[in-house]
Every structure is written in C-alpha cells, then in structure tokens.
C-alpha cells in the first residue's frame, strides 16, 4: 500500500472514531433528559448530565469493537447514566459523610475604654492579617473614628477538626454590630476569601404623639408617667430654659403638655423619639406656650403663638439640679467675714463637679484663679453683657482666655475653691459694667422673624394645633423601647 493509502485509512479511522463518540455522548444526553424528566429546560438538563454520568475507565465504548485502534491508544472512558436511587445515595453521603465538619462559634465582646476594634479583634485571637483585612472592609461603610467604649460586637468563627487528627484549626469567619438604633453593621467572609461590608438601615414608621399632665412630684417623673422619655424630657427642658426657673418655678398642680415624634417599629415597639413640635407649661402667671418653626434659611427655633422666639440672650440658670441658696442682694451678711455687704450674684448649691453651663453665646475673657473667686470663667456677650461664674471645681476642656463658646455648653464644674463654705455656684451677670440681678433680667430674645416669615409661621401653627388636638396620649398603649443597641437612644 503506498504511502497515500495509509494516510488516507487513518483519515478514515478518526472521522469514524469522532463519529461514533459524538453517538455516544447524545445517547447519554437523552438518558438523562428521560431520567429527570425536565427536557425543555436546557439549564436543568446539563445538571442533570453532570449529575447522572460518570466515567469508567474500564468500560469501553460500544463501538470500539468495530473500530481498530493503534498499538498503545488509551481506551476512552465512557458515561453511564445513574438510576434515580443511587443519585440520591450519592448527593445525600456528600452532605452527611462529613468527617471534619467545621463548627461556628458566635462570642460577644464589648469595646473597652480607649479601645479599638485591633486591639478588640487581637484580644479574641484572630490572626492580625484577617483581622487588618475584615477592619479595611469596615472602613467602606463605618467611621471607625465613631467607635464607642462599651459598643457590643459580635464576633464569628468557624473551627474545624481535621482527619488526621492533627489541632483544630479555628478562622474568622467575621463581625456584626449595631452603632446606633437604626443601623446594623455586617462584615462578612466570601467565596473567594475576601471580606466584604455591608449596612443595613431599618425603616419605622413616624408617629405624633402627646404628653400631659399635671405636676406631683417632678416635672422630670409625672412627664415619664405621661409617655416621654428621657431624651423627650431633656428636649423640653431646653426649650422652657429661657421662660422657667427649674429651680424655683416649678410647684405641684402646674399643668404640662407636649407633642413630639415617635418612631416605632413593625411591631409597635418604640425605637426611638424625635423633635418637641409643641411644648406648654402653665405655672406661675401666664402658660408658655411654644411652637416649633424652621425658617427659610434652615434655622430651627421655638417661638410663642404670637411668633416671639423662646430662646433668650442668656439662660435663667447655667445649672441644672441645683438649689437656689442665696439671691442677689445689696446687703447680705457674708457667711465667712462676718459682716454685711454686697452680694452680686445668685449662688446656686449642688454636688461638687455638677456641670456648669454657658448662659449664653460668647467669648471667654478668663478662665483662671481669680482671688476669693477661686477658679474663674467670665464671658462677654452680644449688647455689653457679661457673666461669670465662681468657685468653680474645674474648667472644662478646651476653655481659656479667648475660647468661643456657645450656650449650653459646658464650661466647668461646681466646686468649692476660693472663700467658700461648701460646694456650690456663685453666678453673676454685669450689663455695661453693672451687676445685675439674673432672676428678674428682661433679656432681649433670639432671632426675631420678619414681616414676611409671620404668616409662613402661623400657617405651621395652625398646622401643629391640628396634629396636637388630634394625636393620641402617648402613655396610651405604651409600648417597650426596642434594645438599644449600645447606646440607649430614645
């Protein structure tokens, strides 16, 4: 035979050798379609291939009989279909033969003070580079900056014992935790071994709801009973702060009411409160009355029905929980010297480091040992006013000469230094070089709305009223506040 033939028969050899495999594998595909029963879904039918043939390498094809093979050319292996029984047999000894199967592990730690997520993750033994890895992730979604002491993270891990016996092995699998009521934190392992963050934002419905009541024992106390909350309480508090001495004002009878936000969820567990849109206390003289209003420019105030803001240049009382122990006087018998003489402030007797407020916006002109003063802040203020403050314990951070500060900010704490008898704050308040009276100040008010934000604000009067008449008791089917997630928001 020449050299041609003996190509062209090998020709022939492989088209026929191509041909009867490509048989073959179409007589196993339809096998496969029959025993699923799903032959118009390509996608099911290639698993149900992957699932129902597997190779025999002793097995020849059914046509290499006919076929002559070269010397030394490797027999084909050939794929047989798999009854339903065993299919079964098969996948459910994949998921219960296991022989190292993994464990997980959930443990709660709780970030200590001055701690961070690093050191928190060391603590528990996670490998410093899967740690370095999950807290990048972390980064994408949270401000590790705004970490807070005593933040709950869960923590989990997977530990798997191998078969030979060998030490578990135990990997970090990832962490969770909620910063504050709305958000959770997730940072996950992936496929791939990477991790990945994600937020969750949960959604509550808004509510209005209102808070009345009369006085018996503390505003603070009969305001709970009637459905508020701490953050409510204090709210209100700084709202009346301008109108009402807390110290004195307040006496058992006196009438209250507010209405203000609350966010529940599906459940109707409140998750927390929102903004005072209304806030009333009838006592001594006429009842205030104030209405929450955001002007054009963004600015958000309280202001009277008939538009007057609540807040004041100054505040009646820089602190909060004291007794009013001695008033402004020009003759009053000095409790340490001994004889009669001008008294030109009103001091205030609570506990030692009570934090003591800024009456007003301004600048601190010293903050310093001032003779019998003791420790000693005096702010100017707008309209040539001035307040200062003594006997202090400390000074706050960041107060010195020439510091800016705002009211309501703490400025130091009520101590006893100086020519004083026990602890306690000695507040003055000077009007062009004049010391003045704080209790009985006619005080200029704050921002005062123009002709054209009149009817813009009394439209939004209107509109509170309606909400308020027609919201319900907020103590009315009462329902828990949802777990604080770490850091008991109300």
């Known amino acids: 035979m020449s050299e041609f033939d003996v190509t062209r028969a090998d020709t022939r050899r492989t088209r026929g050798l191509v041909a009867l495999a490509s048989l073959t594998l179409s007589a196993g595909l339809l096998a496969a379609l029959m025993l699923t029963g799903e032959p118009s879904s390509e996608a099911a039918s290639g698993e149900a291939v992957s699932l129902a043939m597997v190779a025999s390498a002793d097995a020849p094809l059914a046509s290499e ?49 001055g701690g961070t997520m690093a050191g928190l993750l060391d603590d528990a033994g996670v490998d410093r580079v899967e740690a370095a890895r999950a807290i990048a992730a972390l980064g994408t979604v949270f401000d590790l900056r705004y970490l807070r002491a005593g933040e709950r993270i869960n923590l989990y891990l997977e530990t798997e014992t191998p078969a030979d016996g060998s030490p578990a092995v135990t990997r970090f699998e990832g962490l969770s935790f909620r910063p504050d009521i709305e958000r959770s934190i997730t940072v996950a392992r992936t496929f791939d071994d990477s991790f990945r963050a994600r937020e969750t934002i949960a959604q509550f419905d808004r509510e209005m709801v209102r808070a009345s009541g009369s006085i018996t024992a503390s505003l603070y106390v009969d305001a709970l009973a009637a459905g508020a909350t701490d953050r409510v309480v204090v709210e209100l508090a700084g709202v009346l702060a301008y109108a009402i001495d807390f110290q004195r004002s307040i006496q058992p009878g006196d009438d209250f009411d507010i209405l203000f936000e609350r966010f529940v969820d599906e459940e109707g567990n409140t998750a927390r409160t929102g903004d005072i849109l209304y806030a009333m206390y009838d006592g001594r003289g006429d009842p205030k009355e104030f209405f929450r209003y955001e002007t054009e420019d963004g600015i958000v105030g309280y202001y009277s029905p008939e538009g007057a803001s609540a807040q004041r240049l100054l505040m009646l009382t820089p602190v909060n929980g004291a007794r009013l122990s001695s008033s402004f006087s020009r003759a009053r018998r000095h409790p340490i010297l001994g004889y009669t003489r001008r008294h030109n402030g009103t001091d205030f007797a609570a506990p030692r480091g009570t934090p003591v407020m800024a009456a007003g916006n301004g600048i601190v002109e010293r903050a310093d040992r001032f003779g019998s003063f003791g420790n000693y802040v005096r702010i100017r203020h707008a309209n040539g006013y001035q307040t200062a403050y003594a006997h202090l314990n400390g000074f706050a951070r960041g107060i010195r000469a020439g510091s800016r500060v705002t009211q309501g900010q703490v400025i130091a704490y009520v101590g006893t230094t100086g020519r004083s008898t026990g602890p306690h704050l000695h507040y003055e308040v000077h009007h062009n070089g004049t010391a003045r009276n704080p209790m009985t100040l006619d005080l200029p008010t704050g921002r005062q709305l123009s002709e054209d934000e009149i009817p813009l604000f009394e439209a939004e009067r209107d509109r509170i009223i309606a909400i308020r008449d027609a919201a319900r008791p907020a103590a009315e089917n009462e329902t828990p506040v949802v777990a604080d997630a770490g850091n008991g928001a109300q």
């Open 65 to 113: 009989a006919d076929v002559p093979l070269q010397d030394g050319a490797a027999a084909e292996p050939s794929l047989v279909a798999l009854d339903p029984a065993t299919l079964l047999h098969v996948n459910d000894a994949a998921f219960t033969r296991c022989t190292s199967c993994p464990t997980r592990i959930q443990a709660e730690r709780t970030v200590p003070r």
